[in-house]
């Protein structure tokens, strides 16, 4: 396998490998550009619909769309699903599907809110308490689908109901639980200093430019393959054009006039998402248990005879996203300051699937990375954004919402089927 290669055997997105001192950003692009023609569109449709949406909703609603205040929104609003969908990915890229995620998250929020706010206990037995609650139900999932054979969509779908029925148990009908410890709250109230925003911003761009850089100089000294050097100082340059303009316009004071209270800084959930972006990343692209789960979703029975446990594979991947569907809990109870049976349902999970297909996941398996939650997150969480703003109509925006999800799957088969078609 090429270094730049994902480990499903494609390029990796705006890669080229060249021989050392050779190839540049010219050749990059028309790399890029040949697999966009393969099919290999990668976050591509994500990224040019954030920005048409951006367009759309800052002309249509200026006021309120364009502000730093609605840019905080966002992030908050986008970043239980972001979470949610970084699970559903590792059970997507082995053709599964958990539709218990969304009241996963919920039943974890419930053991939280019942811990903390009814027994007293100190946050961190709470989170432990509900983290554990999630490798519990991921096991069984697993169990069911990768030790029996029953199939996941059967599996979850009676999971989505009994966890429904749990949480009712947990929290009682029509109860609601605050949420009043303060560690918890602070994770999605409240926002980092101005300085520490800046630090963040800083650390973000030198750690992506060394690791990426120490990748070079690794495979360079091994005489493979490597990027071009103006490719990687391209990226750099993106990348870093991108954090310092975001953590300017959330450093911004963001409350009113002649307000009492200064509002200003990077939520505290944004360095919480770039840990879990980065945690991830490196388990699915830098170790074996991450070309296994590739493996695995390309093509099970393969991956079977060249050794892959594929049930313990399976069953790893459900427990991760069961678990990280807590952690999702836990930002949504954090958020609403409460929990009550509610959380975790209505559109959470439709929301987080479309994120991540959005974002560039298959539904079909063997293809997708960590990042495509991020991405398809955020368009998932303008869309829930701007909808309101420009519409109060509930059936336009569910009609809208679901035209988005559909038009998303609809890439994702063509992009197969044209890969496919070249051979790639």
Sequence with gaps: ????????????????????????IGEAAGGYWERIKGGDLGALPAVIGAV??????????????????????????????????????????????DLSAGFTAGTGAAILGVTLTNHNWAWPLAILAALLTGVAIGFAIALLVARLGIPSFVVSLAFFL???????????????????????????????????????????IAGFAGTSFWAIRTRKNAGLPVPAMSVWAAKVVALAVVVLIAVFLLNQERQRANAPIIIQGVPWVVPLVVALVVALTFLLMRTSFGRHVYA??????????????????????????????????????????????????????????????????????????????????LVVAIIANGLPLVTQKSGVQFIINGLVLLLAASVDAISRRRAAATGR
């Design 296 to 377: 695995v979703g390309g093509n099970a029975e393969a991956a079977r005879r060249a050794g892959i446990n594929v049930p313990n594979i399976k069953t790893v991947c459900f427990i991760l996203g069961s678990t990280l569907a807590i952690v999702a809990g836990i930002l949504l109870a954090s958020r609403d300051n409460s929990v009550s049976p509610t959380t975790g349902g209505a559109q959470t999970l439709l929301y987080a699937v479309g994120a991540a297909v959005i974002g560039g996941t298959s539904l079909f398996g063997g293809r997708g990375r960590i990042v495509d939650a991020v991405t398809g997150g």
């Design 52 to 97: 048409v949406l951006v367009i759309v909703f800052g002309i249509m609603e200026p006021d309120s769309f364009l502000t730093e205040q609605n840019f905080a929104n966002l992030l908050n609003q986008g970043a239980a699903i972001m979470v949610l969908a970084m699970g559903l990915v590792f059970v997507l890229l082995l053709g599964e599907i």
């Design 1 to 24: 396998m090429s270094a730049t290669q994902e480990p499903t055997g494609q390029v990796s997105q705006f890669d080229l490998e060249t021989t050392p001192g050779q190839g540049g």
């Design 162 to 204: 009994g966890l429904q029925g749990a949480m009712l148990l947990i929290i009682g009908e029509g109860g609601t639980i605050p949420i009043r410890n303060e560690a918890v709250l602070k994770v999605m109230n409240q926002n980092m200093s101005v300085a520490l925003g800046w630090l963040l911003a800083l650390i973000v």
